[in-house]
C-alpha cells in the first residue's frame, strides 16, 4: 500500500466568493475587471487563498453543482469588455448595461449577454490571426472538448432532451451515428470549442494575475455527475444504469441536520468495481483537470468515497436508502501514484463514522471544521477551537450555511450563550467574533465567506440545501470592497500568523 504524504499547508487564510458573485456590468460576475480587482483587494487584506465553486457549465437555476459537463468551463463568466480587448468585439457590439449588483436573474443574464458572445465567437473563428492561431493549438491538447461539444450540440439539436432519450444510435454512440453528427454540426461545434477557449485563456489570465498578487485559488470538484451529461453519456459503462441509461439506484445522504427527510440527489451512482480496473483512469483525468484550473481542491461529499448512500431511483425522498462501502483507500493510493502530492481538502461534514475518520487519515487530507457546528453541544464537538487540529481548514460557515449573522439570530438561547461565553462575547459584531476565533485557530488554512466578512444577514445567504428555488443569486455590490475592511482582515492575519509565508 502506497503511504501518502500531500503537500504541506502554509499557515493561512483565505475568502470563500464565486465568481457569478462579484458585481459587473451585465447581470452576473465575470472573469473581468471585478474579478482582478477582487484579487488586489484580497493582497491588501492579506488574504492569500480565493475559494470558489465549481467553474462548470450551469443549469437554468445557476447551481454549479448540477452540470452538463464536469470539464467544460462555464461561459457565463467570460467577460465581455474582455472580448472587447481582444478585438472580437467593437464597444458597440456590448449590450445595455445592467445593475452592477443585485440577485442574479440567470435566464435575463444570459439573455443579456448571449448575442454579444456569439458574435465574438464568430469573429474568432474567422479572424485568422495569432488568435486563431492559438485557439488551434489549445484545442489540440484539451482531450476533452470534441465530446463535450459534441454533446453540446446534439442537446441542442434534440430540443433538450436527455440523451436517453435521443435517436437509439446516438444514445449509444454508435460510431457511424457520431461521425455523421459530428459532420452535420461542425458549425456548432467549432462555436462550443471556441466559447470554451475564451473561457479558458480569461481563467488562466485570472489566475496569473492572482498569482503574481500572491493569490492561489482552492477549488471544488462534486463527488457526483449530472446523469444527463456528457460524462455519463460517454462513460456509460462506469456508472450504474440499465439498458435504458437510466439509474436504478441515485445518490443523495440520510436525514441529517440540514434535512429530516435526507436529500435525494438524483445522480447516478458509480460502478467503483469497473473504475478500480483500470486504476481509476476516469478519477485521475478529472482531478487532473480540476489542479489545471486552481491550486487546491476540495472534494465534495468526501465521505460517500468510503460509503455512499444509495436511494431507490423511485424513491420521493432519501430516506428508504442505503450504505454502501466505496472505493476507499484504493482511489486515493492510484490518485497519488499518478498524480503525485494530492492538494486535496476533503469535505468531511455530514454524517462520519470511523471508517471516514480513518480514510482521512490514511489519505493523508486535511478536513473542514465550521464553526457554525461547534456550539450548543458539549466541549467534545469536533468543531469547537479547542479541538482542531493543524490538518484541516476552518470556515466559520459554507455556501451550504447561512451566513452567520443569520445563523446567530436563528439559534435559540442555549446556543446563543455557549458562544458568549465560549468566546468571551456579548455578540454584537458576532461574524467578525467568529472571523477572529476561526483565524486564531491552529487550523492551518483558514477560510471566511465573503458575505461573513461583510457581516450580512440571511439574505445574503447563497444555497440552502434541499430546497430548490432562490439559490446562487447573492452578488456583491461595488463598493463592498472597502479598505477599512481589508485593513481589519490583515491586522488579524498578521495576529495570528497568517501570512501564508
Do not use: C
Not at 502506497?2 to 465568481?19: C, D, E, F, K, Q
Request: proline letters at 8%; glycine letters at 8%.
Amino acid at each position: 500500500m502506497t503511504v501518502i504524504r500531500n503537500r504541506a499547508m502554509p499557515r493561512s487564510a483565505g475568502v470563500l466568493l464565486h465568481p457569478t458573485s462579484l458585481p459587473g456590468p451585465y447581470g452576473i460576475g465575470d472573469l473581468g475587471a471585478p474579478a482582478r480587482a477582487f484579487v488586489d483587494w484580497l493582497a491588501v487584506s492579506g488574504m492569500r487563498l480565493w475559494q470558489i465553486l465549481p467553474l462548470v457549465p450551469t443549469g437554468h437555476n445557476g447551481s454549479p453543482y448540477s452540470s452538463w459537463s464536469a470539464f467544460a468551463g462555464n461561459p457565463d463568466l467570460v467577460a465581455l469588455d474582455e472580448l472587447v480587448a481582444l478585438g472580437l468585439l467593437a464597444p458597440s457590439d456590448l449590450p445595455p448595461p445592467a445593475p452592477a449588483s443585485g440577485p442574479i436573474d440567470y435566464a435575463a443574464a444570459r439573455a443579456l449577454r448571449r448575442p454579444a458572445l456569439a458574435k465574438a465567437v464568430q469573429a474568432l473563428l474567422r479572424g485568422g490571426g495569432t488568435l486563431a492561431a492559438e485557439l488551434s493549438t489549445w484545442k489540440e491538447h484539451v482531450p476533452w472538448v470534441a465530446e463535450t461539444a459534441l454533446f453540446a450540440s446534439l442537446k441542442e439539436r434534440e430540443e433538450g432532451k436527455p440523451w436517453w432519450e435521443w435517436p437509439a444510435t446516438l444514445r449509444d454512440r454508435k460510431p457511424a451515428a457520431l461521425a455523421a453528427a459530428a459532420r452535420e454540426l461542425r458549425t456548432e461545434l467549432d462555436n462550443a470549442v471556441a466559447m470554451q477557449f475564451l473561457f479558458a485563456r480569461q481563467w488562466q489570465a485570472l489566475r496569473a494575475y492572482a498569482a503574481s498578487k500572491g493569490v492561489t485559488f482552492i477549488g471544488d470538484v462534486p463527488i457526483y455527475v449530472d446523469g444527463d451529461s456528457a460524462d455519463v453519456w460517454a462513460g456509460r459503462e462506469l456508472f450504474e444504469l440499465g439498458r435504458n441509461g437510466r439509474p436504478e439506484r441515485v445518490s443523495g445522504v440520510p436525514p441529517d441536520a440540514f434535512s429530516a427527510t435526507g436529500q435525494r440527489w438524483g445522480n447516478p451512482l458509480y460502478r467503483w468495481d469497473k473504475m478500480a480496473n483500470d486504476g481509476f483512469a476516469w478519477w485521475q483525468t478529472r482531478l487532473r483537470r480540476s489542479l489545471e484550473l486552481t491550486d487546491w481542491v476540495r472534494i465534495d461529499h468526501f465521505r460517500g468515497l468510503s460509503a455512499y448512500w444509495a436511494v431507490p431511483a423511485d424513491a420521493p425522498d432519501a430516506r428508504s436508502g442505503a450504505w454502501v462501502t466505496g472505493p476507499g483507500l484504493a482511489l486515493f493510493d492510484a490518485l497519488h501514484n499518478a498524480l503525485g502530492s494530492l492538494p486535496v481538502i476533503a469535505e468531511d461534514l455530514g454524517v462520519i463514522d470511523d471508517d471516514v475518520r480513518a480514510l482521512l487519515a490514511a489519505a493523508d487530507l486535511p478536513g473542514m471544521k465550521v464553526l457554525q457546528f461547534a456550539f450548543g453541544e458539549t466541549a467534545i464537538n469536533p468543531y469547537l477551537p479547542h479541538n482542531h487540529t493543524p490538518q484541516s481548514v476552518v470556515y466559520t460557515g459554507t455556501h451550504d450555511n447561512d451566513t452567520t449573522r443569520g445563523w446567530w439570530h436563528s439559534q435559540p438561547e442555549h446556543v446563543r450563550h455557549h458562544v458568549r461565553v465560549y468566546l468571551s462575547t456579548p455578540g454584537d459584531d458576532i461574524a467578525w467574533d467568529f472571523i477572529r476565533a476561526a483565524l486564531a485557530s491552529v487550523a492551518r488554512f483558514a477560510i471566511i465567506p465573503m458575505q461573513d466578512v461583510l457581516s450580512l444577514d440571511r439574505h445574503a445567504r447563497m444555497n440552502t440545501p434541499s430546497v430548490s428555488a432562490g439559490n446562487w443569486r447573492w452578488r456583491l455590490a461595488p463598493g463592498d470592497l472597502k479598505p477599512e475592511v481589508a485593513r481589519r482582515l490583515r491586522h488579524l492575519v498578521e495576529l495570528f500568523g497568517r501570512e501564508g509565508v
